[in-house]
């Protein structure tokens, strides 16, 4: 089991920057998939990045590709998500998630561990 912590959220105005962090407990962090997904009001919590569990394979979201970077220091039990040139379309609840058994999903379903998420505002 992993317990998972995620920091760095913030209002930010368009076009700027943050970095979300996401602390895992245990000493089992090397061998989980990662993902982000993000939830806006009256949405469902949808997919933004994942990575696999050595780092060497992410994925994004179509409307992430380019701007956003997760990546992963498995020393420090911590995975990462650089978020860059924000837009307003971007405000959500951020959530990272572990999943074991698999390489890599886009899915909600193939995580087992969540977060209690990081809210990020992006203002016009």
């Known amino acids: 089991q992993v317990q998972l912590a995620e920091s760095g959220g913030g209002l930010v105005q368009a076009g700027g920057s943050l970095r979300l962090s996401c602390a895992a407990s245990?000493?089992?962090?090397?061998?989980?998939?990662m993902g982000w997904f993000r939830q806006a009001p009256g949405k469902e919590r949808d997919f933004v990045a994942t990575i696999n569990r050595n780092g060497d394979y992410t994925n994004y979201a179509d409307s992430v590709k380019g701007r956003f970077t997760i990546s992963r220091d498995n020393a420090k039990n911590t995975v990462y998500l650089q978020m860059n040139s924000l837009k307003p379309e971007d405000t959500a609840v951020y959530y990272c998630?572990?999943?074991?058994?698999?390489?890599?999903?886009?899915?909600?379903?193939?995580?087992?561990?969540w977060g209690q998420g990081t809210q990020v505002t992006v203002s016009s």
């Open positions: 998630a572990a999943g074991s058994g698999i390489i890599w999903s886009t899915q909600r379903r193939a995580y087992a561990y």
């Open positions: 245990g000493r089992t962090f090397s061998t989980y998939t």
